[in-house]
């Protein structure tokens, strides 16, 4: 994916935000300052306590060959890190295609209402276009109202019908045991 300046809907010429706004792949040299955005978004969604990986293993999933293979899509203004959006392969065998899973999408603070979330998005959109994906997924806290209306706004739609579970912790390595060794 090339260096882009968003361009923001009804003037095509109009930065989203102050300064020359980029987004861009994230290069290694950008671990210190994705850290940093991932840092504000998880004491954005309360969730300080669960932010319990490292600035080494993060480095090694985007960049070092880790699985899952990742991309992070990094908004920068005037040299600052200032939004990202992190996304990872899924699969449909009902259509035999790929399909992209958002993981994480965050603007920073200073940088919300100013076409930032919308410039990550239309770049998600675009990977997943260049990818042969039919469809992107993500999942949004149930609080989080702003950026369900934002998502809406863009034309996503929920989904009904799924109900989203999750096996962690104790539970997952009991389970995993039952399985024996490799």
């Not at 792949?25 to 969604?45: N, Y």
């Not at 109202?145 to 019908?161: S, V």
Request: charged share 25%.
């Amino acid at each position: 994916m090339e260096e882009r300046t968003p361009r923001t809907k009804g003037d095509p010429t109009a930065s989203p935000a102050p300064g020359r706004l980029t987004v861009r792949m994230a290069r290694p040299e950008d671990v210190e300052g994705v850290w940093a955005v991932l840092a504000e978004f998880t004491s954005f969604e309360k969730l300080e306590r669960s932010f319990t990986g490292s600035r080494e293993r993060l480095a090694a999933n985007l960049f070092g060959g880790a699985w899952p293979p990742l991309d992070c899509l990094v908004a920068e203004d005037e040299g600052r890190l200032v939004g990202l959006a992190i996304v990872m392969g899924a699969y449909s065998t009902f259509w035999t295609r790929p399909l992209m899973w958002l993981e994480d999408l965050f603007v920073s603070a200073s940088h919300r209402g100013r076409g930032v979330g919308r410039a990550l998005l239309a770049a998600v959109a675009a990977l997943a276009v260049e990818r042969d994906c039919p469809r992107v997924d993500w999942a949004v806290l149930d609080w989080n109202t702003p950026a369900m209306e934002f998502y809406e706004g863009l034309g996503a739609t929920r989904q009904g019908g799924w109900l989203a579970y999750r096996l962690e912790g104790e539970s997952l390595a009991a389970l995993a045991a039952e399985a024996g060794p490799p």
